[in-house]
């Protein structure tokens, strides 16, 4: 395997992944009130599911436009590139295919609660538990990629800081 094409340590690619939930709160908490403004909703709950499918639809265009480029904003700060199984830039078909099987670090906790009336404590360690246990499996991957990268035909790379180029004198 080139050097190129080697995958990023697990603690980088974690520390991306929660640099990542921080932007991505300031992009939902704008299209949530971008959301409520246009709906008119007076209260949390009008429009809910509404809400829901909008902001699906807002995370998928933000994944899916920073795939096809390569880096997400967490991404660049932390250099990691998504690219292809062969290093290559993704089509934004598999940019999208990236973002739907992404939700296998939320869908297995989000069933499992779905029928219990779980306190925040237990939500928190269920939530956390099940990303811990994602996270590790990358460690059984032969590249030691995600496995949704893995089934997405994708994968995560260490991306190069770009050099300043030094000043003619």
């Not at 499992?112 to 237990?122: C, D, R, V």
């Amino acid at each position: 395997m080139t050097p190129e094409l080697t995958a990023p340590s697990l603690r980088r690619r974690m520390a991306c992944w929660l640099y990542e939930g921080l932007l991505l709160f300031g992009v939902l908490f704008i299209s949530g009130y971008l959301f409520s403004t246009l709906s008119q909703s007076r209260h949390a709950l009008d429009n809910r599911h509404g809400l829901q499918a909008f902001l699906f639809l807002v995370v998928g265009i933000y994944f899916t436009w920073f795939g096809q480029k390569g880096q997400t904003l967490a991404m660049k700060t932390w250099h990691i590139r998504v690219v292809d199984v062969h290093g290559q830039a993704l089509t934004q078909k598999r940019a999208f295919v990236r973002y739907l099987l992404s939700w296998i670090w939320f869908i297995p906790p989000l069933a499992i609660l779905a029928p219990y009336a779980l306190t925040g404590g237990e939500t928190a360690v269920l939530f956390l538990g099940w990303v811990a246990v994602w996270a590790l499996l990358s460690r059984f991957h032969p590249q030691r990629q995600y496995w949704h990268d893995a089934l997405a035909g994708t994968r995560l790379v260490n991306a190069a800081p770009i050099k300043p180029s030094e000043p003619k004198t």
